[in-house]
């Protein structure tokens, strides 16, 4: 099954509007577990692991108070996304130096690594590169706005 749209990969069961985390090891668990619930990772601590693999490489703070971090795993069994937002600031690498409040965790299968990965990401990327995408994601409630705005859909 090819994927060609966020909106394919993230429903309001994996938006979590209140994270309780005080720490990126906390908003990644979290975000896990709620991937976990629903059945699209299949094991927590190794797709944590891979996330933290992943880290290593590069910074996935990109300013604005918003991080995107990923796992590329053999723990994920549906490629998709789980979204958070905390009131609390975390300490991200980030480039601007700023608190992150707003965490895109990208869960993706070993198998969509290239591809369905990279058009994915540069969709979410395309969306957060908009000032008024960007300030909806850190102040609206309604979680179907937030999969429109992820998913390009609302200009």
């Known amino acids: 099954m090819e994927i060609n749209n966020v909106r394919e ?5 994996l938006i979590n509007l209140n994270l309780k985390a005080s720490t990126k090891k906390e908003a990644i668990e979290e975000l896990t577990a709620d991937l976990y ?3 699209n990772v299949i ?3 190794k797709f944590i692991a891979d996330v933290y ?6 910074q996935t703070g990109l300013g604005n108070h918003i991080a ?7 723990a994920v069994k ?13 300490k991200w690498e980030s480039p601007d130096g700023e608190p992150v409040h707003v965490i895109i965790l990208f869960a993706v299968r070993n198998v969509d690594k290239t591809t369905v990965h ?4 540069s969709q979410v990327a395309m969306a957060l590169a908009d000032d008024d995408t960007l300030n909806r994601l850190l102040e609206t409630n309604d979680k179907t706005e937030i999969i429109q705005l992820l998913s390009q859909e609302m200009k």
């Open 9 to 13: 990969i993230i429903n309001e069961q």
């Open 37 to 39: 619930r629903e059945g």
């Open 43 to 45: 094991n927590p601590k």
């Open 53 to 58: 693999y992943r880290e290593e490489e590069g």
């Open 68 to 74: 995107i971090p990923h796992g590329k795993s053999d």
């Open 78 to 90: 549906i490629t998709s996304i789980a979204f958070g937002r905390t009131v609390k600031d975390l």
């Open 118 to 121: 990279l058009k994915l990401l």
